[in-house]
């Protein structure tokens, strides 16, 4: 079964993150390139705008202020700092395009799924694991879009790649419960063992599962 980080963890996660880019580089670049075919052209286009207007990392600047006054872990920050995270998105901060998406998650503000996955496919994109990760959900679970379980794994296993524990058991989970056609427990038993090694608990309880006779 797949699962997810609490609701509250990735609160903070996201506006830490948000504040973490602030202090990279002025040239350092934020993105990173993906591979050919590691996202899914199932989603719309992020919203285009004719207001942004300021330099993406100023945009990021004003998003870590509001997160810093109105606290990493409060759900108003991350609405209240949607336009500047919109804007650093659009300039290429793939942090930012995440953490638009997460804004509208029902515990946040209002749930949109339709509104949401754009934003959560270009920070996959770009290269945020979050992004991946919260984006396979959608494809997995039909939320706002078509039903993907192919294109749901695949974001998985680049969400796995980046970094992130929950895209590697996701992933394997997917595999093992034959979403993908007959069960593959070596490929399953494989990225249990990664997202083991990256801290999570259930997938070192699925290389427990599948290591037995």
Known sequence: MEHVTPKRCW??????????????????????????GATT???????????????????QQRAALIVNRVGATDPRALVEARSDLE?????????????VGLSYSPDVGPQDHERAN???????TLGDAWGCTNYATSLSKGRGVKQDYAASNRLNRR???????????????????????????????????????????????????LSQP
């Open 11 to 36: 609160l903070a996660v996201i506006a830490l993150a948000v504040i973490a880019s602030c202090s990279k580089r002025q040239d350092e670049p934020s993105a990173r390139g993906a591979p050919p």
């Open 41 to 59: 052209s199932a989603a719309s286009a992020v919203p285009a705008s004719t207001t942004d207007t300021l330099d993406p990392r100023l945009c």
């Open 87 to 99: 804007c650093a998105c659009r300039g290429g901060i793939a942090e930012s395009c995440t953490a």
């Open 118 to 124: 754009p934003w959560l496919e270009k920070g996959c």
């Open 159 to 209: 969400a796995c790649d980046l970094g992130d524990k929950i895209g590697c058991a996701n992933a394997a989970a997917q595999i093992i419960g034959g979403r993908l056609g007959p069960p593959d427990k070596a490929a399953a038993k494989a990225l249990f063992e990664r997202g083991c090694a990256l801290g999570d608990a259930q997938s070192c309880a699925g290389v427990q599962q």
